[in-house]
C-alpha cells in the first residue's frame, strides 16, 4: 500500500477514480487545470462544478501543477477529454518515473492522427523510460461509483502481468475489475460505442420507442464489432464490459451525455447550441468523425455511424436518417447463412 498516484484530470470520472484510490489508502494527488477548481477542492473538498454533493477525503491532495502530480510516482492514471491527452501528456512526460505504471481512462479517438489514447500517450513518451500503457474501461458512470454503487469494468493491457496489477490496483468491494490482454479492442469499444449513444438519443427524441433503440444497440455493436475486427482486435471483447456492457450503459441510462445530446438534436435542437451549454465533453461527437475515416481506411461498412454524422455535421433530418436506415437492402443478418445459398 505504499503506492504514490497521480490522477490528471478532474472531471467527474477523474475525481472519482482519485476518491477510490484514496479511500483504498493510496497516497494520491488529483491534478485540476482550473486555478478556481484546485481552490475549491481545497478549501470545500467538493466538486460542485462536476460532482455536487461529494466530499473530497481530506487524504487526497489537489494540485494544478503538472510537475508535482507526476514526479516520483508510481502510477498515473490520465483522465481528461480526449483533445487535451496529447498536450497534457507532453507536458508532464519528462517528469515521469522510469518504469512507472501508466493508466489511460479516457475514452476517445484523437482527431488529427486517428490515435487511441493509449497509442496518443505512448508517442508522447520516451520508449527509454520502459513504460507498460493500460487502458481501463466499462459500463461506469461516474456517479453511481461516486456513491460506491456495484460497477464491474475491465482493465486492458497487452502485458497480462501489468494488467493483474492495475486490476488489483483499482477493485474494491463495490468496483469489481477484470483483466484482457485486448488492449485495441478495450479502447475501440469504449470510444465507438458513444457513436450508438447518440443515435439511440436521437431516436429517443423523436420518440420511435424501445423497439427502435433495441435495433440500433444491436445493429450498432455489428458495426463496432466490423471495425475493431478489422483493427486487430478480439471479436470477443465486444461482448463483455467494454463493449456491450458500456453500449447498453450509455445507450439507455438518462446520466450518458451521450445519449442526452442525440435526444436534443432529434427535439430539434442544433448541435452548436447543445455544445454550448455543456460542461462536461459528449466524446461521441469527435469519435463519429474519426469512426467514419478509420471505416473509409479499413474499407468497413458503418450505415448507424455514417447517418449520425450527416445529422450532426451536414444538418441531414434525423428522421430522413432513420428512413434510409430502415430502407437499406434487405440482407441476412448473420454473415454465415449466406454459404447457404
Wanted: hydrophobic letters at 40%; aromatic letters at 6%.
Amino acid at each position: 500500500m505504499n503506492e504514490k498516484i497521480a490522477v490528471i484530470g478532474a472531471g467527474s470520472w477523474g475525481t472519482t477514480l482519485a476518491i477510490l484510490l484514496a479511500d483504498k489508502g493510496y497516497d494520491v494527488i488529483l491534478w485540476a487545470y482550473e486555478a478556481e477548481l484546485v481552490r475549491e477542492l481545497e478549501t470545500k473538498r467538493e466538486n460542485t462544478f462536476f460532482l455536487p454533493g461529494l466530499v473530497i477525503p481530506s487524504n487526497l491532495k489537489v494540485t494544478s501543477s503538472l510537475q508535482e502530480a507526476v514526479e516520483s510516482k508510481e502510477v498515473v492514471v490520465s483522465v481528461p477529454p480526449s483533445h487535451v491527452v496529447r498536450q497534457l501528456t507532453c507536458q508532464y512526460a519528462h517528469y515521469l518515473s522510469s518504469g512507472v505504471h501508466l493508466v489511460s481512462a479516457t475514452k476517445g479517438v484523437e482527431e488529427k492522427s486517428l490515435f487511441r489514447m493509449s497509442e496518443v500517450i505512448q508517442h508522447e513518451v520516451t520508449s527509454q523510460l520502459q513504460i507498460k500503457i493500460s487502458c481501463i474501461s466499462g459500463p461506469s458512470f461516474a456517479q453511481e461509483v461516486s456513491k460506491r454503487m456495484a460497477t464491474a469494468v475491465t482493465v486492458a493491457c497487452e502485458d497480462l502481468e501489468e494488467a493483474s496489477y492495475i486490476q488489483h490496483l483499482f477493485s474494491t468491494s463495490y468496483f469489481r475489475v477484470y483483466r484482457t490482454s485486448d488492449l485495441v479492442g478495450v479502447e475501440l469499444a469504449g470510444s465507438l460505442k458513444n457513436i450508438i449513444a447518440i443515435a439511440a438519443g436521437i431516436s429517443d427524441g423523436l420518440g420511435f420507442g424501445n423497439n427502435a433503440r433495441a435495433a440500433l444497440i444491436t445493429r450498432g455493436l455489428v458495426e463496432i464489432v466490423r471495425l475493431g475486427t478489422a483493427m486487430g482486435a478480439k471479436a470477443e471483447t465486444f461482448y463483455g464490459l467494454s463493449g456491450v456492457g458500456d453500449l447498453i450503459l450509455t445507450c439507455t441510462g438518462d446520466l450518458s451525455r451521450n445519449r442526452t445530446v442525440g435526444q436534443r438534436v432529434g427535439r430539434g435542437e442544433k448541435l452548436p447550441d447543445i455544445l454550448a451549454g455543456m460542461k462536461m465533453v459528449a466524446e461521441g461527437i469527435a469519435t463519429t468523425r474519426c469512426a467514419l475515416r478509420l471505416a473509409q481506411k479499413f474499407q468497413v461498412e458503418m450505415p448507424i455511424t455514417q447517418q449520425v454524422s450527416a445529422v450532426l455535421f451536414e444538418q441531414k433530418d434525423p428522421r430522413d436518417a432513420f428512413s434510409e436506415l430502415m430502407g437499406r437492402a434487405l440482407k441476412y443478418e448473420c454473415p454465415w447463412d449466406t454459404l447457404a445459398e
